[in-house]
């Protein structure tokens, strides 16, 4: 069988998350969802917060959920550098609706003190982290 692997790494500033071999890696980039599979040309995109799956060595699809960063793809080497990321199975789902319910309520509010770019990041990462765990419903 022909090895169309090629090894992608992700970090955030607390731990490296995973630095592992896939066949096939999507990624939220600002301007969309982006594909890099083996022999991918060299590319640095910034990334929306969102999920990121990935296909690895034995063919399974996995997710992590990321907020915010970088993908850099040179020689068959792909290396995420987020703001946090955490593997599907990792995430706390209580925490993630804990927390998407209190960007819900934050951007209801009609009030001058809310901050709702911050409400509206803080909701976004909720429901990344809600779909990368599999538990995201409308
Ligand atoms: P919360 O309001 O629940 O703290 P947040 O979006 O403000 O959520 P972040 O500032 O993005 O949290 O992350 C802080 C740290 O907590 C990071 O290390 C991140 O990976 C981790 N983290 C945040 N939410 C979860 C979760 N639901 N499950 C597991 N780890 C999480």
Do not use: C, W
């Amino acid at each position: 069988m022909a090895d169309n692997t090629y090894m992608l790494e992700v970090v955030t500033p607390e731990r490296v998350l995973q630095s592992n071999e896939v066949s096939f890696t999507v990624v939220p980039a600002i301007d969309g969802e982006l594909g890099v599979m083996k022999n991918h040309a060299p590319l640095v995109a910034a990334l929306n917060i969102g999920v990121l799956r990935y296909v690895d060595a034995a063919g399974s699809e996995k997710r992590i959920a990321i907020s915010g960063g970088f993908i850099e793809v040179l020689d068959n080497e792909g290396r995420i550098l987020a703001e946090t990321a955490e593997h599907g199975h990792e995430i706390d789902v209580l925490r993630a609706k804990a927390a998407r319910e209190r960007a819900e309520r934050r951007l209801e509010q009609r009030a001058e003190n809310i901050n709702y770019v911050r409400a509206e990041q803080a909701l976004k990462r909720a429901i990344a982290r809600l779909k990368a765990a599999g538990a995201y419903s409308d």
